[in-house]
């Protein structure tokens, strides 16, 4: 059977397609060059976020068909909190935690998600970050805290929000430079 590379090089016989490496200095450079880029350059800017009285059924729906795990939680139009998808998934285990199996099958997962509230299990301090702030300056705060995302603020309001993700995007980039010319090999790259 033929077989596929990355780059959507087909080998007839089925055995890996042996690919040219980028020179380590160009990827070190690239990831150099990146480090100085502003937040505002990477960050994703069409944000779902939720009111902090909206049901976690919803909240949960959300994550699951926008395929992220971070939620800013808005009242008023302003950040007061952020819903992660674990903390979805520990509000409902504790809420079923004094419930026995037919219990919690006759609850069920849904109606108990609707009658909580994001204001009741969002984390209420939220740190953030300035889109002017450098990448590298995002990537510290990121590690050292143990986040996923930092939602990206600017005069009170939210603007977007950096996730390790953008920083998967940003290596991949960085990897896929060709040596000579420094077009990206994929086609996904921002």
Not at 168 to 184: C, P, Q, V
């Amino acid at each position: 059977m033929a077989q596929r590379d990355i780059d959507g090089d087909i080998d007839p016989g089925g055995a890996a397609v042996a690919r040219t490496a980028v020179p380590a200095a160009s990827v070190y450079e690239q990831i150099r060059r990146s480090a100085g880029r502003r937040v505002g350059d990477i960050m994703t800017t069409e944000v779902v976020t939720i009111d902090a009285t909206a049901n976690l059924a919803l909240a949960d729906e959300l994550m699951r068909l926008g395929r992220f795990r971070h939620l800013p939680v808005l009242q008023d139009g302003h950040l007061v909190g952020l819903v992660t998808h674990r903390d979805l998934l520990r509000a409902l285990a504790d809420a079923f935690r004094d419930f026995a199996g037919l219990e919690r099958a006759w609850l069920g997962a849904r109606r108990v998600a609707q009658s909580l509230r994001a204001e009741q299990i969002m984390a209420r301090t939220v740190l953030t970050i300035h889109p002017d702030a450098t990448v590298l300056q995002a990537a510290h705060l990121l590690r050292h805290n143990k986040f996923g995302c930092l939602p990206v603020l600017a005069d009170g309001r939210l603007l977007g929000i950096v996730t390790e993700a953008d920083f998967l995007e940003l290596a991949i980039t960085a990897l896929s430079e060709k040596a000579e010319g420094g077009a990206t090999e994929d086609s996904h790259a921002r």
